[in-house]
């Protein structure tokens, strides 16, 4: 019996993840109880300030609300990452799964101290949001913005060639103390993951795979959201281990979104924007290329990464992914070629 509440109350609260109409019909009809008794378990949820509702009847609307919300600010200089997970973010972790304190303990890290070593900013804030479903983090610095630094560090042309290269992994400015795995990693171990700086947006979600550019608001300095289910499932291993070759446990493996590529308007045609693509796929054994959201290439395009550098790199894989017809049939004529 126990269970079975359990299991109708998660049901609710999923429901409530975002704003929903008349819960309690609705979980009636899915568990085949009275109507009555799934309204005693959304009143317990309300009693319990897990959930939130207003209006009567078929218009009650219901919605997951905060159990916990705080935030902080800190100097940045002098501050440790390590000092600020244990004093402040473990009390309010401590009775998640380990696997999802792990992935926590890890992504909060390692966001924390990009912004010490990297931002050049003097302040750093946190907000926390817990809520019975989930966790998430908004970590927020004031410096430079890590898009225009990447570009102007790794002398780009354009700050959204940025957003390519943290995609790929293994992309520093600074190689003598980073690897360069940090931001890609923890994109991946997380449900939902983000970074809006200046005029730039970049996403990761885990159950679709959406990477977004976006230019259509203004946010100083760099801003990283980490959201994550309170009852994930996930691994920080089993995230390693989809970018190693088997038996191995390097970063051998990535999956580059060639979307990425291209700015705003184009089309993907010329050699420039494949050298763009394939700059430091070397570093890689295996580099699945994902053309979701690319409906054609042109012939140069796909002859400098399938045919030029296939054939200077012969221990890089390249897996195509999501191909429209007409970007497979681009691909094989670039392959055919002698």
């Known amino acids: ?65 905060p159990l916990i919300e705080k935030s902080w600010k800190f100097p940045l200089a002098g501050l440790r990452e390590d000092v600020v997970w244990l004093e402040n973010l473990v009390p309010l972790l401590t009775d998640l799964p380990e696997n999802v304190r792990d992935m926590w303990h890890y992504g909060v890290t390692e ?11 003097a302040v750093l804030t946190i907000y926390f949001v817990r809520t019975a479903l989930d966790v998430e983090i908004w970590i927020n610095d004031n410096g430079e913005g890590i898009f225009h630094r990447i570009q102007r560090l790794g002398n780009l042309y354009d700050a959204r060639e940025a957003i390519l290269e943290l995609a790929k992994g293994k992309f520093t400015t600074d190689p003598a103390n980073h690897s ?56 920080l291993s089993s995230v390693y281990s989809q970018f190693s ?25 010329s050699r420039s924007q494949a050298k763009r693509l394939v700059s430091r796929f070397e570093k890689f054994k295996t580099v699945v290329l994902d053309f979701t959201g690319v409906e054609e290439i042109g012939q140069a395009f796909a002859d400098e990464i399938f045919r030029v550098f296939a054939s200077s790199h012969p221990g890089v894989s390249l897996i195509p992914l999501h191909a429209a017809t007409g970007v497979q049939q681009m691909i094989l004529r670039a392959m055919a070629v002698k």
């Not at 009636?28 to 109880?33: E, K, L, Q, S």
């Not at 966001?111 to 050049?120: F, G, L, P, R, T």
């Not at 983000?194 to 550019?213: G, M, N, P, Q, V």
């Open 111 to 121: 966001m924390v101290n990009n912004a010490i070593d990297h931002s050049e900013g």
């Open 180 to 235: 360069g795995e940090g931001i890609f990693f923890t994109s991946r171990a997380f449900d939902s993951f983000a970074i809006l700086s200046r005029t730039l947006y970049f996403s990761h979600k885990a159950e679709c795979d959406d990477w977004l550019i976006d230019d259509d608001r203004d946010v100083p300095g760099t801003r990283v959201l980490l959201k994550l289910d309170n009852d994930c499932k996930r691994t």
């Open 245 to 269: 070759e088997p038996d191995e446990f390097t970063f051998s493996k990535t999956i580059v979104p060639v979307r990425l590529a291209r700015h705003e308007g184009e089309k993907l045609v």
């Open 1 to 65: 019996m126990r269970e079975k509440t359990s299991e109708i109350r998660n049901f609710m609260l999923h429901m409530c993840r975002g704003k929903a109409r008349n819960i309690a019909a609705e979980t009636a009809r899915h568990f085949g109880i009275s109507r009555q008794a799934a309204s005693r378990h959304l009143h317990v949820l309300e009693s319990n300030s897990m959930v939130n509702s207003s209006g009567r009847g078929n218009a009650k609307v219901s919605w997951v609300i």
